[in-house]
């Protein structure tokens, strides 16, 4: 069964450093989306991506971080100046065609585990 | 009013017996809905879709009712192996391309 890979699967980096987080969608999907889920806490929508273009962002998505899609497979998010606070799980999720009206699920990723020292 | 919520739990079950989650929604546009399992550390895993009729997989149950704005999971025959937390989500705006919204969580404990 087709899945979504996520690298790498634990991050450790220094307060105020740039971190890249990579994945690889299911690849017949069309829409990718950022998730991440603090220690304990729900799993939180970050961005969703579509077409080359972000489609949606939540408010935690501000100008420390960026997506992008940099060839026809892979999908990263970038975190600049990372914070204490960004210590958390992150998954990257697909969905194929119409994820909202044709309710096709999103299928999520094992996810990286980022610590900020 | 929250956007996603669920009773916590945890719900400890023996066995064999049968347990029930329900979830609520705040949106009443929201046009899709999912239940996910999630196991400690581990990514959500799709349990099943939630369709306006009602629908059935195996030894699980899934009910949606858009007037009271809730969702039920019914677990049948629980096993050892159901023991997990169950996200109860939803597409709130019910975009194609809009970010699902999650629960807290339904943590369960199958006791043998």
């Known amino acids: 069964e087709p899945e979504v890979t996520q690298t790498p699967s634990h991050q450790v980096t220094q307060m105020g450093q740039e971190v890249i987080l990579r994945c690889v969608p299911i690849?017949?999907?069309?829409?990718f989306y950022w998730y991440r889920q603090i220690l304990g806490q729900k799993v939180e929508f970050l961005v969703s991506?579509?077409?080359?273009?972000?489609?949606?962002k939540s408010e935690i998505f501000d100008d420390q971080f960026s997506v992008e899609r940099p060839d026809g497979s892979n999908f990263t998010l970038k975190i600049r100046s990372t914070k204490l606070e960004d210590s958390a799980m992150y998954f990257c999720?697909?969905?194929?065609?119409?994820?909202?009206?044709?309710?096709?699920?999103?299928?999520f990723g094992d996810g990286t585990r980022l610590s900020i020292l | 009013r929250k956007e996603v919520e669920q009773d916590p739990g945890p719900f400890n079950v023996p066995e064999g017996a049968t347990v029930a989650f329900n979830c609520t929604y705040s949106?009443?546009?929201?046009?899709?809905f999912f239940w996910y399992r999630q196991d400690c550390r581990k990514e959500p895993k799709l349990l099943m879709s939630?369709?306006?009729s009602g629908n059935e997989d195996g030894r699980f149950t899934a009910q949606l009712n858009r007037a009271s704005q809730y969702i039920s999971l019914l677990i049948r025959d629980s096993k050892l192996s159901d023991s997990a937390t169950y996200l109860c989500?939803?597409?709130?705006?019910?975009?194609?391309?809009?970010?699902?919204?999650f629960g807290k969580g339904t943590h369960l404990i199958i006791q043998p």
């Open positions: 999720a697909s969905s194929d065609v119409l994820g909202g009206y044709s309710n096709q699920p999103q299928h």
């Open positions: 690849s017949n999907h069309l829409y």
């Open positions: 991506f579509y077409n080359n273009e972000i489609s949606e």
């Open positions: 949106n009443s546009a929201s046009q899709s």
């Open positions: 939630v369709y306006s």
């Open positions: 989500v939803v597409n709130l705006r019910g975009g194609g391309a809009d970010g699902l919204t």
